[in-house]
């Protein structure tokens, strides 16, 4: 019953994407908006094509997804250091606090031509942004989770007398998962439009720049087409990783639990 | 009902607001550009030259931030006129836009400055970084012109380049960590000049080959073949812009500072040197399309124009 639901949400969505489409090519096609501003679908179909065959556009997306998930990954490691011993420590809490407070409404992109001096140009300065984009809200959502834990569970870690350690990896990291996991989809979708605009401003080293430089670069060269094809596998992606990387990753834990 | 009556109102009035065109306003939108370059522009403004040679004219100055900026403006017809290189023309040009070049305005020292271990062209290898505005600038094609010269190869640096705004790449090359060479113009190009670990290894006119004018004006065909009684009264104003400065480069300079960072004494050398023109003749449009063409950057026959 419940797969139905979805099966036909699935559809309703595909039909809503199919009439945006028909719309699209009948505006491209029938009104006197140009192609510079406004390519028909076959048009930004041959570009996508052009670009997949050529593999320049597959590159470019594995070596920002590449970025991402680094920053990802630092970003997730620090977090836990970060809210595990602020929940230990009210010291460290105040301290973590006052971080949060100053760099979480400080947009990554405002801190561009400071990273320029102190980093440079190259990866390691997209990988900070996305760090500093990604990194406060995890804390954020992970301090909650913990804060969240019923003490029936804490007491019971106590009665077992586990380690602070074991405390944390055996009761709070799962006992939050439905924050952390939370965190995690935040921290994705922040860190992918972190990653892009910082790559459309810092440029390619070497040729390699990312997805964000591939569409500065079809910018550049008025490819719009081009620059469609690159909107196209960035929502491909989107998708991908919010329906299926995030969707499974609930279902073989929380869902499966019982604690969502 | 009434609600749907609003609606329709509202809907309707932007509607017509949006069609309105500019055909009956005496109004030409301009591309508001900062910059050694681009100082007849400043001058025609300051002076109201404009509005001297067609009376009643009203001038918008528009904020642009860069060429695709102003291309993009053109094609969604916010913008009429605008000044920038001949290889971003041309591109434009390549992808459908109907647009022409109205002026020439000047030429500016272009250059390769690069850390002193390198000495020339061939001493740059794959380790190498060199930073530069965009793909497909001027810059970045003269560079591939040069390449193609020395090496029969125009894209043989394609892969060392890093996209740098001006400021950026000679905050970055003067840094001394990620980059070692930048091409640049005036004034960043002197400025990387004055410290003495860095020399220029090519200029713009070696690597072109004779002179070429750097920034030109651009219209669209809309407005040229539209308005006609504005685009000549364009074209008079801008001649005498590049009068003027030529003839009182000491005026020009005390205007100009109230426009750029800078002290007059370093404005008037600029705009004095012998490598600065200001000139409403274009040149080098044949060389430019003809290397574009032939390494792939454009591809459909060009007409001269």
Redesign the interface.
């Known amino acids: 019953m419940k797969n139905k639901v979805y099966l036909q949400g699935y559809k309703l969505k595909a039909i809503w994407v199919i009439l945006a489409l028909i719309i699209w090519e009948s505006i491209a096609r029938f009104s006197s908006v140009?192609?510079?501003?406004f390519p028909s679908l076959t048009l930004i179909g041959k570009a996508l094509i052009e670009s997949i065959i050529s593999g320049e556009i597959i590159n470019q997306m594995a070596f920002s997804l590449g970025l991402i998930i680094l920053g990802l990954i630092i970003s997730i490691l620090l977090a836990l250091i970060m809210s595990s011993l602020s929940i230990i420590n009210p010291i460290v809490e105040n301290l973590v606090d006052t971080c949060i407070s100053i760099f979480h409404p400080l947009p990554g992109i405002a801190l561009l031509p400071l990273i320029?001096?102190w980093i440079?140009?190259?990866y390691k300065a997209v990988v900070f942004i996305i760090i500093h984009s990604v990194l406060w809200p995890m804390i954020l959502n992970m301090v909650a989770g913990f804060k969240a834990i019923p003490q029936v569970y804490k007491k019971i870690g106590r009665n077992y007398e586990f380690s602070t350690g074991k405390i944390i990896s055996k009761i709070y990291i799962p006992a939050s998962l439905p924050y952390i996991i939370a965190g995690l989809k935040i921290g994705w979708a922040r860190a992918w439009r972190a990653a892009i605009s910082a790559e459309m401003i810092?440029?390619?080293?070497?040729?390699k720049?990312g997805i964000g430089?591939y569409i500065?670069?079809k910018?550049?060269?008025?490819?719009?087409p081009g620059l469609f094809a690159g909107l196209i596998v960035i929502i491909i992606i989107g998708i991908l990783v919010e329906d299926l990387a995030f969707g499974k990753l609930e279902e073989t834990t929380i869902k499966k639990w019982g604690i969502s | 009902m009434k609600k749907i009556v609003i609606i329709g109102f509202i809907f309707l009035t932007l509607l017509v607001s949006a069609c309105s065109g500019q055909e009956s306003k005496k109004e030409i939108r301009i591309a508001e550009q900062y910059g050694i370059a681009y100082a007849p522009v400043q001058i025609m403004r300051h002076k109201a030259f404009l509005e001297e040679e067609i009376p009643g004219v009203k001038v918008s100055w528009e904020q642009m931030i860069n060429t695709a900026a102003i291309r993009e403006a053109m094609v969604a017809d916010k913008l009429d006129v605008g000044f920038m290189a001949i290889p971003p023309f041309y591109i434009g040009w390549d992808k459908g836009m109907d647009w022409k070049i109205f002026t020439g305005l000047s030429t500016v020292p272009v250059g390769l400055v690069a850390s002193k271990d390198i000495n020339s062209l061939k001493d740059i290898t794959n380790d190498h970084r060199i930073a530069l505005p965009q793909p497909g600038s001027i810059q970045h094609i003269l560079l591939s012109m040069a390449c193609d010269r020395e090496f029969n190869d125009p894209n043989k640096m394609d892969n060392l380049l890093v996209t740098l705004s001006h400021p950026d790449g000679m905050n970055a090359l003067l840094a001394g960590s990620e980059i070692d060479a930048h091409f640049t113009s005036t004034p960043y190009l002197e400025t990387e000049l004055k410290d003495n670990d860095y020399h220029q290894i090519l200029s713009g006119e070696e690597a072109f080959g004779r002179d070429y004018s750097f920034i030109v004006g651009v219209t669209t065909k809309k407005f040229h073949d539209g308005r006609s009684d504005l685009y000549k009264g364009l074209n008079r104003a801008m001649a005498k812009s590049i009068d003027f400065i030529n003839e009182n480069p000491h005026e020009a300079a005390e205007i100009l500072t109230e426009y750029f960072d800078l002290p007059k004494e370093e404005i008037l050398e600029y705009i004095t040197s012998q490598d600065t023109n200001y000139s409403n003749i274009v040149k080098g449009t044949k060389s430019f399309s003809d290397f574009m063409h032939k390494t792939e950057y454009i591809y459909p026959n060009l007409i001269m124009i």
């Open positions: 140009t192609s510079l501003a320029i001096l440079g140009t190259g810092f440029g390619a080293t070497g040729g720049g430089w500065f670069n910018r550049v060269f008025m490819d719009t």
